[in-house]
């Protein structure tokens, strides 16, 4: 015969949810801004970019694997996406897509074929792509296209 779930096991289960409710309740006590319509969208702005990652890195460690190369492909096709910009935006955009597939298929093969720790094979691969993207960019970059910005805030 099974037994009902005790309190503590049932709190216990919910504790994410009871954390972020207390953490909310803390945040709005110390700062009366917290649940300003600015704060909210502020978050919501940028949960887009974020989430994606999350998701792809979800992905990735629902097999059991760890990929660090995020911030060198983030960094790596946010310079191709600016070198390809006067071909246009969709060239632009694809150029970006294509340098994130290429190093995730370069990744599965290293990490597959040759039997390479995916930490150690993804956190060099990190290190080339921040190098490339430092050497690629030779300045700061800002992008101020008003497709683009169209484009990333819808």
Same mark, same amino acid.
């Given at each position: 015969?099974?037994?009902?779930?005790?309190?503590?096991?049932?709190?216990f289960?919910?504790?994410?949810?009871?954390?972020?409710?207390?953490?909310?309740?803390?945040?709005?006590?110390?700062?009366?801004?917290?649940?300003?319509?600015?704060?909210?969208?502020?978050?919501?702005?940028?949960?887009?970019?974020?989430g994606?990652?999350?998701?792809?890195?979800?992905?990735?460690?629902?097999?059991?694997?760890?990929?660090?190369?995020?911030?060198?492909?983030?960094?790596?096709?946010g310079?191709?996406?600016?070198? @390809?910009?006067?071909?246009?935006? %969709?060239?632009?955009?694809?150029?970006? !897509?294509? =340098?994130? &597939? *290429?190093?995730?298929? /370069?990744?599965g093969?290293?990490?597959?074929?040759?039997?390479?720790?995916? @930490?150690?094979?993804?956190?060099? %691969?990190?290190?080339?792509?921040?190098? !490339?993207? =430092?050497? &690629? *960019?030779?300045?700061? /970059?800002?992008?101020?296209?008003?497709?683009?910005?169209?484009?990333?805030?819808?």
């Open positions: 015969m099974r037994r009902a779930p005790t309190f503590a096991w049932r709190a289960s919910l504790r994410i949810p009871i954390l972020v409710v207390l953490l909310s309740a803390v945040f709005s006590i110390l700062s009366a801004d917290f649940f300003s319509p600015r704060t909210i969208e502020k978050v919501l702005f940028l949960l887009p970019s974020e994606a990652v999350a998701i792809g890195m979800t992905l990735v460690m629902i097999i059991g694997e760890r990929d660090m190369t995020v911030g060198g492909v983030f960094a790596l096709s310079i191709v996406l600016y070198r @390809l910009l006067p071909l246009g935006l %969709v060239p632009a955009l694809a150029g970006a !897509l294509l =340098l994130g &597939a *290429a190093v995730g298929l /370069v990744n093969l290293v990490i597959f074929r040759l039997r390479v720790n995916s @930490l150690i094979a993804t956190i060099a %691969v990190s290190f080339v792509l921040s190098g !490339l993207a =430092l050497l &690629a *960019a030779d300045k700061t /970059v800002q992008i101020a296209s008003p497709p683009l910005v169209a484009f990333g805030n819808g």
